[in-house]
């Protein structure tokens, strides 16, 4: 399908555009910020050797790299529509000596997978921005065999994230991302996603909390530069003075989140769980 006309349009237009530049640009930072949560996932997926994986939304590829050297006898793919990172994930399975995965421009909610081919589909944050997230989830249904099994990681809601409040406190954001459209916190309501799982084929939807701090740089300076350009679009509209008394709160809030682990503010994901009947 023609990106223009998909669905997901505007996310394509995103993550080949300003939003994909800062994450290709800050692709190991974004993977150790959520690398507390990671392992999690990985121990939810319950990946085996000769099992055929699909990975959702893969980005610069870590999950998809782990997801293959589990699954050392099986086929491994990758999916994202951000071209940018599908180069960074490529050039990492190559160093990294991995040959059972393989990366592809694609939309997993409108995506032709071949029926009944997956064991697991796995997602690291890839499943929150589909305009329809049923029709997505059945798509993924289908590509899945029965018995086969889904596990996404995806945020809790606003109250149990620091790091998102205090960004937006700072960046004077008066309004939480949405829970019911398409968003960091779209798979945040356990209601929600029994919803569209069930209303999508799957059975055994179970969502199992982890708490874990979000790492942002080993520094203050460090961690400023990054959430820095974070924060450009939403201050793109200041004046320079407003601009200037924003990137000072923020620096003095980063100062206050430093450690000897580096910059880290509190955070909390859902483990979800979920089979093809």
């Known amino acids: 399908m023609n990106a223009a006309a998909s669905p997901n349009a505007d996310q394509h237009a995103a993550w080949n555009g300003p939003t994909g530049t800062i994450w290709t640009s800050w692709a190991d930072r974004f993977d150790a910020g959520v690398a507390a949560h990671h392992a999690a996932l990985m121990d939810a997926a319950e990946i085996c050797p000769a099992e055929a994986v699909l990975d959702v939304g893969c980005g610069a590829g870590r999950t998809s790299l782990d997801a293959a050297r589990a699954a050392v006898n099986g086929p491994v793919t990758g999916v994202d529509i951000a071209t940018g990172l599908l180069t960074i994930a490529r050039h990492r399975a190559v160093e990294a000596g991995v040959g059972n995965v393989v990366f592809r421009e694609a939309d997993a909610q409108t995506h032709p997978f071949p029926p009944a081919d997956l064991d697991v589909v796995v997602s690291r944050h890839g499943t929150m921005f589909f305009a329809d997230p049923v029709a997505a989830f059945a798509n993924l249904a289908v590509g899945l065999r029965p018995g086969g099994r889904l596990a996404l990681l995806t945020w809790r809601g606003i109250e149990h994230q620091e790091w998102m409040r205090s960004f937006l406190s700072v960046a004077g954001v008066r309004n939480a991302?949405?829970?019911?459209?398409?968003?960091?916190?779209?798979?945040?309501?356990?209601?929600?996603?029994?919803?569209?799982?069930?209303?999508?084929?799957?059975a055994d939807v179970t969502l199992t909390a982890h708490r874990a701090p979000m790492y942002y740089g080993a520094d203050t300076d460090d961690a400023f530069a990054f959430v820095a350009d974070l924060q450009a679009g939403l201050m793109g509209d200041l004046r320079a003075e407003d601009r200037d008394r924003v990137l000072g709160a923020l620096r003095e809030d980063l100062r206050a989140h430093e450690g000897p682990d580096g910059v880290t503010y509190d955070s909390a994901c859902w483990i979800v769980r979920a089979r093809r009947p």
């Open 177 to 202: 991302p949405p829970s019911d459209a398409p968003s960091p916190l779209s798979l945040s309501e356990p209601e929600r996603v029994h919803r569209i799982l069930g209303a999508a084929g799957l």
